[in-house]
């Protein structure tokens, strides 16, 4: 078989299971088909991604499809993401409070928008085409607004509608970015349909003409930014993670950003080589990337929503990743690296905090005390996914932010390091405080303990394992995997 | 590029101007779709080469997608939620002409600042494209009800349109085919929205739903 096809089903598993779930005559039906599904699409990912290390890069349908390293690493962050929030939805979806709104009409919404939004994601990830790359951007935001108000109420009304005006339009800036972009290839003898092909842009884009490509550039940064929950573009983040589900947000958290950051990340080599590498695109990107961290500790420090803490969180972590990625060589496998931590320690922030919720029957971290003696499982995974989150060493966010900080030590941007350290401090104080007053204060006693089967203690114990050995010992298929990623954004190890 | 685009360059400049002028919202639905086929007519007359059919269905799933069925698609949704006008909007409906002018000028001079390559054809037809863009984005900034909302957006993709037509000669059908169909599944899904507010709210006040803060 021809190793293209597999990019081909990769696109349709989740479709056909989309459609699936459209039929299904119970509402615990539609919840086995997700985690199978999700299953499927990992097994499908794992042999995809071999491919690619295999053959280097895959193409089908001519080249509008194709995969490299890139693409591939944000396939498996994917897939895990999807996976273990797949899993998830088993679990929160059979609580008695979910059970009773949860009907099949529910249900049959839930399964398709799931699988609709990862086979848009997944479109993002395998487009060479960045017509299509944009297109999938914004089916993903289409088919993500109703699972926002999965269950409707006036706050979750109010958080799609938001989510959907400033995506959408954020959305459409992109779509004029694109089509600078593509029009600065005319001069470089690209045309018609080509103009919008990556491969090709990135062959000449040492003869694009830069003031459009610069043009270009500053609207996608804005349009993808606003998805991507860049600061001072993150207005409809916190309230679209905290309404939806709890396994929608993590994956909102934990890849539907990473979606549209990848979008900036694939013209980020472009831009660099047709305005000289002089870093002009780049230095915009940190500036980005700083606001999202200072805004975002700011918020941190004075929240009592656990669901918007960890929201804010996300804005930093994007702001995280973009200063590294701003930062160049060495900064680009940071980046790498820290997209993967945050990926992984994400969900299970949101998956605690969902779990809790449905304990306390409020997200409000006033109320939220003692979750240890409540839940030593879910607890525990909020309080250790809370401390993994804001850089408590030996997990792997202190590794990779420490990374990011000797990257820009050693391109001498002192301003940014001083300003990054300044904005993880605050964090790290700010959320240190909400974590321990969750832990160790006592609970109130009307609050009823709650049993914890096999699957919670796994989606608990495996990411923060995964974020303990990534921390101890960073395994060279992954820092080989990071660094192949990195080297086509220009990045070095 | 000849005396047909010109006119459709002042009738569309036109419908810009009496979306921002009217308070009656079948009013500005219909005028924003004839501003779409507008559009729709511009693509296939703006072409110097012969027209190609790839170009012939673009402009013409354009055209009937804006020009019919979302006309139809928001007057009943108006309808369902019992709206009629817009009333008072945040920027009134005298001081938004007026920004439309001062935004229209801001438009022609940001068109002479783009490089030749952007404009080969050298017609007003960018500047106009910029000006709907931006009609439409400060419609959805100045106005209160959903659905005025929604055609500010749907205002904004037509000037995308007509950007992408002029500016990239020959995006390949199947990207063109795509977004539009994201277009038509965002206004579906807007209107749904919209239907959802009003019954959960009573209203369509998109000001008011302010709830979630910090």
């Known amino acids: ?493 | 590029m000849n005396a047909w685009t010109d006119v459709i360059v002042v009738l569309v400049a036109l419908t810009n101007l009496g979306l921002l002028g009217s308070s009656r919202l079948s009013v500005c639905i219909r005028v924003v779709a004839v501003q779409g086929i507008f559009f729709g007519l511009a693509a296939v007359l703006l072409r110097a080469e012969p027209i190609t059919v790839d170009l012939a269905v673009v402009a013409a799933a354009s055209a009937i997608v804006k020009g019919i069925v979302f006309p139809v698609l928001l007057l009943r949704t108006a309808r369902n939620v019992n709206i009629r006008r817009e009333v008072e909007p945040f920027v009134g409906f005298s001081t938004s002409l007026f920004v439309g002018l001062v935004l229209l000028a801001f438009a022609l001079w940001i068109g002479a600042q783009m490089p030749v390559e952007a404009n080969p054809t050298g017609s007003l037809v960018i500047p106009l494209a910029l000006f709907t863009v931006m009609v439409g984005l400060f419609t959805i900034a100045s106005r209160r009800k959903a659905v005025t909302q929604v055609l500010g957006y749907l205002t904004m993709e037509n000037g995308i349109f007509a950007f992408g037509v002029t500016v990239v000669g020959g995006i390949p059908v199947l990207v063109e085919l795509g977004v539009l169909m994201d277009v038509f599944v965002a206004v579906f899904v807007m209107c749904i929205a919209t239907w959802h507010i009003s019954r959960e709210f009573d209203h369509v006040d998109v000001d008011q739903l302010d709830a979630l803060k910090g």
């Open chain 1, 1 to 493: 078989m021809d190793a293209g096809a597999l990019i081909l089903i990769q696109l349709a598993l989740p479709a056909l299971f989309a459609a699936a779930c459209l039929v299904l005559r119970s509402p615990k039906a539609v919840l086995a088909t997700v985690a199978l599904g999700a299953l499927v699409m990992a097994a499908s990912t794992g042999a995809t991604v071999w491919a690619v290390h295999v053959h280097g890069t895959l193409g089908a349908v001519g080249e509008w499809f194709f995969l490299d390293a890139l693409s591939a690493y944000h396939l498996v962050l994917l897939s895990i993401v999807f996976g273990l929030s797949s899993l998830y939805s088993w679990k929160y979806f059979a609580h008695p409070h979910e059970k009773a709104r949860f009907d099949l009409r529910t249900a049959r919404r839930f399964g398709a928008l799931w699988f609709g939004a990862a086979a848009a994601m997944t479109l993002v990830l395998e487009s060479n085409n960045l017509g299509i790359l944009w297109v999938g951007v914004e089916a993903s935001t289409l088919l993500t607004a109703f699972l926002i108000c999965l269950h409707v109420s006036p706050a979750s009304l109010e958080a799609m509608w938001k989510y959907l005006i400033m995506c959408s339009v954020g959305v459409a800036f992109a779509f004029i970015g694109t089509l600078l972009v593509s029009a600065s290839a005319a001069h470089a003898k690209l045309d018609g349909s080509d103009a919008l092909l990556w491969t090709h842009l990135k062959a000449v884009a040492g003869n694009l003409n830069p003031t459009l490509l610069k043009m270009g550039f500053i609207f996608l940064l804005v349009g993808y930014g606003t998805k991507a929950g860049l600061a001072p573009m993150h207005g409809w983040l916190p309230d679209a993670h905290s309404q939806a589900p709890a396994p929608v947000s993590a994956v909102f958290s934990g890849f539907l950003l990473n979606s549209a950051l990848y979008c900036i990340m694939r013209y980020i080599p472009i831009v660099e080589a047709g305005t000289g590498h002089v870093g002009w695109g780049l230095g915009i990107l940190t500036l980005f990337g700083l606001a999202s961290i200072l805004i975002a500790a700011g918020f941190i420090v004075f929240q009592n929503d656990a669901k918007r803490l960890l929201a804010y969180s996300s804005v930093e972590h994007m702001g995280i990743i973009a200063v590294g990625l701003g930062l160049g060589g060495f900064g680009v496998f940071a980046a790498m690296f820290h997209a993967a931590n945050h990926s992984i320690a994400k969900p299970l922030g949101f998956f605690s905090a969902g779990r809790l919720g449905q304990m306390y029957g409020t997200h409000d971290m006033t109320k939220m005390k003692g979750v240890l003696r409540v839940s030593p499982v879910w607890g525990g995974g909020f309080f250790f996914s809370l401390l993994a989150l804001i850089g408590v060493a030996p997990f792997a966010i202190f590794m990779s932010e420490f990374q990011i900080l000797r990257a820009a030590f050693d391109t001498g941007a002192l301003v940014t390091l001083a300003l990054f350290v300044a904005g993880t401090c605050i964090v790290f104080v700010g959320a240190l405080r909400h974590a321990v007053r969750a832990a160790w204060e006592p609970a109130d006693e009307a609050i009823r303990p709650e049993p914890a089967g096999a699957l919670d203690i796994a989606l608990v114990f495996l990411p923060l394992a995964a974020m303990l050995a990534f921390g101890l010992f960073l395994p060279s298929f992954a820092s080989g995997a990071f660094a192949e990623a990195a080297k086509i954004i220009g990045g070095t190890p």
